[in-house]
């Protein structure tokens, strides 16, 4: 799981045959056209640190686009000190890329909810209405679950994250963090491995049945919503997410459709077991798809 917004039209091209593997998408979703579309209906300012360009939608400052300007002029100052943009981290092939997005998005956040919470009883009645608005007028149900996941996460995980690094070391603290950002999403997830210097197993990839096209690290926010999108009970799913130690995975076409193959391996083996039982719930439901318990891996193999 890399950084997903990072990616070109032909990562994406991957990302989707693989994602196609997994059951996320239908047969004619195009997850070009469908992040094209997530991105113009909800995006309402941005910064690209990259031209060092900062755009807002709007003619007014509003109270919701004076919140919006707030978060890009911290990714902007951020910029300043930080440099933003990691060309490294978006050819990347684990998920160094996605960890270090979170903790991006997550000051950005943290310091709009702070310039929010100043706003008067007027102020937030305007805000919460444009925001209302804004929402009513696109209809995010038409896109697959597992993109909106994807765009969304960096968002919702990256402020707990900010939290427990202040909580931990204070302001100073996260100024260190972009020097020595997180590496995977069980570092977001769970900001104590982070901050104690957890690293992921060190996994080799599975063999292939084909010539690979992509491979890289799947990691735990993605084994989460594999199984709670294919129906696992959320308990059995974040408690195999939460045994995560590593993987490995490889994809590669077999004759008209694309295969993936993952290999797990959980903190302990008991965790490794739970993965492997979490994920043969979730491939008894799908055809193409294949668990195996064995040399201390949980494998899972699925085509589509």
Request: charged share 30%; net charge negative; hydrophobic share 40%.
């Amino acid at each position: 799981l890399d950084d997903f917004e990072a990616e070109d039209e032909a990562d994406l091209r991957e990302t989707e045959d693989v994602f196609r593997a997994l059951g996320f998408l239908d047969g004619d979703d195009d997850l070009v056209s469908q992040l094209e579309g997530v991105l113009s209906a909800g995006v309402v300012g941005f910064y690209d640190p990259e031209t060092n360009e900062l755009v807002v939608r709007g003619e007014s400052p509003t109270p919701y686009a004076r919140s919006t300007i707030v978060h890009e002029l911290t990714h902007a100052l951020d910029d300043q000190h930080f440099e933003l943009a990691r060309p490294e981290l978006d050819d990347a092939d684990d998920e160094t890329g996605f960890a270090f997005s979170a903790l991006v998005e997550g000051n950005a956040v943290t310091v709009e909810e702070a310039y929010q919470a100043t706003f008067t009883d007027d102020e937030r009645r305007a805000y919460d209405e444009e925001e209302a608005a804004i929402g009513d007028s696109a209809d995010f149900s038409q896109f697959p679950e597992i993109l909106l996941a994807l765009i969304g996460a960096p968002y919702e995980l990256g402020p707990p994250l900010i939290d427990a690094i202040v909580d931990h070391g204070g302001e100073t603290a996260v100024d260190q963090a972009f020097g020595d950002p997180p590496v995977s999403s069980e570092q977001v997830l769970d900001p104590d491995l982070y901050l104690s210097g957890e690293q992921p197993l060190d996994v080799a990839e599975p063999p292939a049945d084909g010539e690979v096209f992509d491979q890289g690290t799947f990691g735990q926010f993605l084994l989460l919503v594999l199984l709670t999108d294919g129906g696992v009970d959320q308990q059995t799913a974040a408690r195999a997410a939460v045994g995560w130690g590593g993987d490995q995975y490889v994809a590669w076409q077999e004759q008209d459709r694309t295969c993936l193959r993952v290999r797990f391996e959980g903190d302990t083996a008991a965790d490794t077991t739970e993965i492997a039982d979490a994920l043969d719930e979730w491939a008894s439901t799908r055809s193409g798809a294949d668990v195996v318990a064995d040399d201390g891996f949980a494998t899972l193999t699925s085509c589509g």
